[in-house]
């Protein structure tokens, strides 16, 4: 029920469906599951593509032991709908699902996917929540070294990601189905604006309290953006707390003057880019951010607008690159953030831009494309003689 399982989950089983039979299993936050007209509305639209959806609650604490129980509901749960609906692949979407996945797939013999999308360990390091060398740590590097090596097929969202694994699991990836598909985006509804606001709006999509999103670079970028241009609107596109975000703004008076904070039913987001003149996405890098590919790029290149970025986050840098879609920022620095401020400006001035950005979309993050690698991975595992 969350934005991003509206475009990385149901997005894709929407045209999965019309080929496979589908059970899907999922954990929903208390806030979404109270929202009744919206949990009807996905029940009913499920139903119609039929698609069998188990939505399961989701209970973050007492940490460790709830997070184990929902896990051991999940493999029974799994296992109840590999029998009992016959199923023939297990699709598991990230760690957990995968490490259930695997101990299905070892009592029944159904294979599964491993479908990572990103380096979770890495990523809970760089967030603060795991410690490198920890029991923890080990036991989920061990269980991602498993799954990689025990799936019928693997979904990685970078080819940054791929490389990185093939160093690191050389022999458990020697012959192993590796696919890339990056997070894809609904291009039919992320369209160019018709005619663009004279206004000049900088927006910011998703979470920025993830410990993944380098606010400090955000806030540098508005204040810069602010003192170039004062009559300049910013609209950061969130649930996080409006509060905590400000908190970061604190003594830039100029930028929490222009500062608008508000959540947006994911229906809705396109319109909202539509009115932005560009997006920024600034996050971690290094080695937990190889295999991470940002939703919210896709949504915003298909509206034809540019992202200002920095490098070292899956294949972000290279798509901007490639296409000249967007400004890499050097450092957090108001020199370097001035800098990336004047090449944006030079790159609002082209008048191919918006075409470019639409043309990587379709070329690189299409959803119609991505639907049909996973309708043909699915196939090519089914159709194995050793299946």
């Not at 299993?25 to 996905?42: P, Q, S, W």
């Not at 957990?96 to 070892?106: D, K, N, Q, T």
């Not at 694994?165 to 997070?183: D, F, G, K, M, W």
Request: with cysteine.
């Amino acid at each position: 029920m969350e934005p991003l399982g509206q475009s990385q989950v149901l997005a894709y089983l929407r045209g999965l469906s019309t080929d496979c039979r589908i059970t899907l299993i999922t954990y929903e936050k208390d806030e979404d599951r109270n929202d009744i007209a919206r949990f009807t509305a996905l029940r009913t639209e499920c139903e119609r593509l039929g698609i069998r959806w188990l939505p399961q609650r989701f209970r973050p604490r007492p940490k460790v032991i709830a997070p184990a129980l929902s896990m051991l509901r999940m493999v029974w749960l799994v296992r109840r709908e590999v029998r009992g609906q016959q199923a023939q692949l297990i699709h598991a979407r990230s760690y957990i699902p995968a490490a259930v996945a695997m101990i299905v797939s070892r009592t029944t013999g159904v294979p599964f996917i491993f479908d990572m999308r990103a380096l979770w360990p890495e990523e809970l390091i760089t967030a603060g929540r795991l410690r490198r060398g920890s029991f923890l740590y080990r036991s989920i590097v061990m269980a991602e070294r498993a799954c990689l090596k025990s799936a019928a097929g693997v979904v990685s969202l970078t080819d940054a990601a791929v490389k990185h694994l093939r160093q690191i699991y050389s022999s458990e990836l020697a012959n192993q189905c590796i696919v890339v598909i990056p997070t894809c985006a609904d291009l039919d509804r992320f369209v160019p604006a018709e005619n663009k606001p004279d206004a000049i709006e900088i927006g910011c999509l998703g979470t920025v309290l993830s410990g993944w999103f380098k606010l400090d670079w955000l806030v540098s970028f508005l204040s810069v953006a602010v003192e170039r241009r004062p009559n300049i609107r910013i609209a950061l596109t969130t649930r996080d707390d409006p509060e905590e975000v400000r908190a970061a703004f604190r003594g830039n008076e100029a930028a929490l003057e222009r500062l608008e904070i508000a959540p947006s039913p994911s229906e809705q987001v396109p319109d909202i880019l539509r009115d932005q003149t560009a997006s920024v996405m600034f996050f971690t890098n290094g080695l937990s951010k190889l295999g991470s590919s940002p939703t919210r790029m896709g949504e915003i290149l298909g509206c034809g607008m540019p992202v200002v970025a920095n490098d070292g986050v899956g294949d972000v840098a290279a798509i901007i690159r490639k296409y000249d879609v967007g400004v890499l920022v050097e450092s957090a620095s108001k020199e370097d953030m001035n800098v990336a401020w004047d090449k944006l400006q030079s790159l609002l001035e082209d008048p191919d831009l918006p075409d470019r950005c639409r043309r990587a979309a379709e070329e690189v993050f299409s959803l119609k494309s991505g639907i049909a690698a996973y309708r043909n991975l699915y196939e090519d595992i089914l159709h194995r003689p050793s299946q």
